[in-house]
């Protein structure tokens, strides 16, 4: 426990004292009574050697009492061990026992030792306390990866820091030092062994966050432990706490600064009946001043109070926080922002000694304590958190690294916001959990998996995120269906769990397996990798069409239903590239249950398309002819075929076949060799289907090397080449499949339905159709206003939907609705444009105005920078940068604006600092994608905002 902390809390002796004879009995237990257990352990060690049955066993007892109240778990357990092993067994000292072995994190056998407390004392309600927080502790023992600490080892010593505080640019501290008994016996407490607290204040550093500090000393008197600071930016005033010995006391005191000096005002005046006060943190508009006090009317042990400035600027009488915050336990070292209070506290349930808790206020009031977890806590006492005026860094104390558990100062990066999802994965059919379901967490937007892990024995899991992501649930298990849910984090500043609690269901029930198989894959472009959005991409199965399906805003295209043993041909196509296929034939083998066909499981169903760029020269791969000759390879014809198919694609395209040879022959050799060569490429096009009029060639000879000089067989071959150039683009391509064109066309299907864009919800597949089906009837009355409309498959299957989407948000709030009703199965699907689709006459409704929007396709411009310009067509924007100064000069200005030939814009918070932004956009895809540009570019950290929130 800290310093400070131990002044406010007095802990009752309930052992009974043995009645040694020698006098030296008497002086140990004075020192112990007067709290001076440094000196009191060194006394009692004397008597061990003499001492035998009942006061051994009080002795050995007492020491590990000492140790105890000085905060060295590690000691204390060695010598309760000794007490038990010599027949102490009094209740206090299972208590005591099962304290310390929690702080060591020992937390099974902690949990022994309180259960034997519990049997001899039932009537305590205080182990009730400690056996949940050791559940707590077993049930949530991961650590957060997105928060990192690291002590701040230049302001760190041998002894104990804490009362942690910002005043400007600058760190202010208390410390007791590395002094020693031996070193400055004037300046060692012989409560703790360790030196007086001093306020100390340190400037920032270049290899480290501050430097060494040096003591205020015009906050600091002899014996007496001064720390715990909070400064008043606005009226220059610093508040902290100061214990005197003399009167076993702490105060609040208050000094002003003025002309580069400070100026003691005296103590705080509070209108309370206060038996202790500590811990002041004032509030950044100066108004509030929390504390940690021992006050009449409070909830147990050290709450959470505060005072409030009244319009004469006197303060006025302490308001307990609250019992979301306060416990019958002890409440310490509060820290305030503008929406959060921090502070720690030993009264919940937690991982032993001060865990570290955040309570939201909103208009005043002090909303439920949330645990941070792990890093931020950890069995050992956690404490005096306070973040950076610009919410980009923070530090904590904690006595969780060294041997002699003092306290020491660790940093971290980031607002402390802890955001978790929990919940549950079981067996539809039987509702049984299942343990060892295998969970991974993965940003939709980049598909990086951020996190994988399986579900415990009760079948449940939790998992740490991150803000301002879109993420990805998938959960799969053998002998099971998988199965995903979307999560997003936007706009959350506040610690907060994603569960059935908090109104979010990421419970999952799986089917029993049934391999359904899906073909996968990517298109984008081949210079940039950037995804080609909303492209059509076309399956032919065994050389027949049969499909189309659009790509998402991934670039990202999904066949449904494929089956073993047919050839598979995907072609992605778009008027301003080069068409591209891949193939895929899937072999069935027993024991095969391969269910999706893409990259992830190791077929790669991605497809590149190349630019048409006009004039520019493509080599054309393996082309062969006989020796000498014009003659072309057989082997050649593969890759020719492959450039019949662009050809037809491109109808109107009008190229250039050229050939070129190496340096060996002379020049009219190889120009006669080369123009044949040439010819013979366009007599085998032609020869197979490709008009004439589209093709010209040309022989270079050996005018156009590429190695000059060449000496090696491998520099020769790639001067031999055969390439082709465009030369004019011709008319726009008209894309095939008829069934596509028809469905493009459905307008007056279209029409019927609610709303006018490409997302809906998918919420059957059946092998008949029957409207009649609960699910149907659920989904309707669910989503009041919406009919299910359906389509026939081409192999005569049914696929029930409801509702049209514009945006895929919209569609994301449809499904989780449907979810939450009991339709888990359900997903949003784009594919309601391919087959036939089919609106009962019974289902026709008008649009619903609420769902029907139109796309803004292009960034909304801006001319003059404020966010308070946006208008309804704007809800979205990316932010790339919050600075306390404006300065639009930036080099990340500079490359936002050059990666989306876009202005910068910025306002200016209420706190004084900018926010930089780019970009002004209807819908989160159009945001996202914009986000993804600057990302690409080399600005990492920026993210989407909602401009309406």
């Avoid at 796309?855 to 909304?860: D, G, I």
């Amino acid at each position: 426990m800290k310093i400070v902390y131990k002044l406010i809390v007095a802990l009752v002796l309930t052992a009974i004292a043995a009645p040694l004879a020698a006098q030296s009995i008497k002086t140990a237990d004075k020192a112990f009574e007067q709290e001076e257990y440094f000196k009191a352990v060194a006394e009692y060690k004397a008597l061990i050697a003499n001492a035998k049955g009942v006061d051994k066993a009080f002795t050995l007892y007492r020491i590990g009492e000492c140790y105890r109240r000085m905060n060295r778990p590690d000691q204390a357990i060695i010598w309760y061990a000794q007490a038990e092993e010599n027949g102490y067994n009094r209740s206090e000292l299972f208590y005591a026992y099962g304290d310390m072995l929690t702080i060591l994190g020992r937390y099974e056998e902690a949990r022994g030792y309180f259960q034997r407390y519990r049997d001899m004392r039932p009537d305590d309600d205080r182990v009730a306390l400690k056996l949940s927080s050791i559940e707590f502790a077993l049930a949530y023992p991961k650590s957060n990866p997105h928060f990192t600490l690291k002590p701040v080892e230049p302001l760190n010593t041998t002894g104990s820091e804490y009362g942690i505080a910002y005043m400007n640019d600058q760190l202010v501290y208390a410390s007791t030092g590395d002094v020693t008994e031996s070193t400055n016996k004037a300046r060692v407490s012989m409560r703790t062994g360790l030196g007086y607290s001093k306020i100390y204040i340190a400037d920032p550093a270049e290899n480290s966050k501050f430097s060494r500090g040096v003591e205020m000393n015009s906050f600091n008197m002899d014996r007496s432990n001064d720390g715990t600071f909070s400064y008043d930016h606005k009226a220059k005033i610093a508040y902290y706490t100061r214990c005197e010995p003399s009167e076993d006391q702490c105060h609040i005191y208050y000094s002003e600064l003025g002309n580069g000096s400070w100026k003691e005002k005296g103590r705080l005046k509070i209108d309370s009946k206060i038996l202790q006060i500590a811990h002041p943190s004032i509030t950044p508009d100066g108004k509030r001043i929390y504390f940690s006090a021992m006050i009449e009317g409070g909830y147990g042990g050290s709450d959470i109070w505060y005072i409030e400035k009244g319009s004469n600027n006197s303060w006025g009488k302490a308001i307990n926080a609250g019992h979301e915050v306060n416990t019958a336990g002890n409440e310490v070292f509060p820290y305030v922002t503008n929406e959060v209070l921090f502070f720690s506290s030993d009264g919940r349930d937690g991982y032993g000694g001060l865990d570290i808790y955040a309570s939201k206020i909103t208009h005043g009031s002090h909303g439920k304590a949330v645990n941070l977890r792990p890093p931020f806590n950890t069995s050992y006492d956690d404490f005096n958190l306070i973040v950076s005026f610009n919410n980009k860094e923070g530090l904590l104390v904690s006595n969780r690294r060294n041997e002699e558990r003092s306290d020491d100062i660790y940093s971290f990066d980031g607002y402390p916001t802890v955001i978790l999802a929990s919940g549950y994965v079981f067996d539809k059919e039987t509702e049984v959990p299942l343990s060892g379901a295998k969970i991974a967490v993965r940003n939709s937007t980049s598909d990086d998996e951020e996190d994988l892990f399986e579900t415990d024995g009760n079948g449940y899991y939790y998992s740490f995120l991150k803000p301002d992501v879109a993420y990805i649930f998938e959960v799969s298990n053998k002998g099971y269906d998988s199965q995903s849910k979307p999560l997003e984090t936007y706009n959350i500043t506040f610690p907060m769990e994603f569960n059935l609690s908090s109104g979010y269901d990421m419970d999952f029930y799986l089917e029993k397996e049934k391999i359904i198989r899906s073909m996968s894959g990517r298109v984008y472009e081949k210079e940039t990798g950037l995804p080609l959005v909303n492209e059509p991409v076309f399956l032919y199965a065994n050389g027949k069409e049969t499909s189309v399906k659009r790509t998402n805003n991934q670039g990202v295209y999904v066949f449904e239903d494929v089956n073993p043993d047919v050839l598979y041909k995907v072609t992605a196509q778009n008027k301003d590239y080069f068409p591209e296929s891949k193939e895929l034939k899937i072999i069935a083998k027993e024991g095969d249950k391969t269910e999706l066909y893409a990259k992830v499981t190791g077929y790669d169903m991605d497809i590149a398309l190349a630019k048409i760029k006009i004039g520019e020269e493509i080599e054309i791969d393996d082309i062969y002819y006989d020796l000498d000759k014009a003659n072309l390879l057989p082997e050649s014809k593969v890759e020719l075929d492959k450039f019949i198919t662009l050809l037809k694609s491109k109808p109107g395209v009008k190229v250039q076949i050229s050939s070129h040879t190496d340096a060996r022959g002379s020049d009219s050799y190889n120009n006669k060799l080369s123009e044949a060569r040439a010819k013979s490429v366009v007599d085998y096009l032609v020869a197979n289907g490709i008009s004439a009029s589209q093709l010209t060639w040309k022989g270079y000879g050996e005018t156009q090397l590429r190695i000059k000089n060449a000496k090696t067989e491998a520099e020769h071959r790639k001067n031999r080449r055969t390439t082709f150039k465009v030369l004019e683009l011709g008319d726009a391509p008209t894309l095939d499949f008829n069934t596509f064109i028809q469905a493009e066309k459905q307008s007056d299907v279209a029409s019927t339905l609610s709303g006018n864009g490409q997302f809906t919800a998918r919420v059957l597949t059946a092998g008949r159709l029957d409207l009649t089906d609960p699910k149907v009837k659920l989904a309707e009355s669910t989503l009041a206003g919406e009919k299910v409309w359906y389509q026939k498959t081409a192999d005569g299957r049914y696929r029930y939907y409801i509702g049209r989407y514009e945006t895929r948000e919209q569609a994301v709030v449809a499904v989780n609705r449907l979810k939450n009703a009991g339709l888990t199965d359900c997903f949003i699907d784009t594919d309601i444009l391919s087959g036939t689709a089919i609106q009962p006459e019974s289902s026709v409704v008008e649009p619903a105005a609420s769902t029907a929007t139109s796309m803004v396709t292009q960034p909304v411009q801006q001319s003059t920078p404020g966010v308070n310009e946006q208008n309804d067509n704007v809800n979205f924007t990316v932010q790339i940068s919050t600075a306390n100064r404006l300065d639009m000069t930036d080099p990340k200005v500079r490359k936002a604006e050059s990666a989306l030939k876009e202005k910068v814009w910025h306002e200016k918070t209420s706190g004084g600092s900018y926010r930089y932004y780019i970009g002004k956009f209807r819908d989160r895809d159009q945001a996202v994608s914009a986000a993804n540009q600057l990302k690409k570019a080399g600005i990492t950290d920026c993210f989407v905002k909602d401009l309406k929130r």
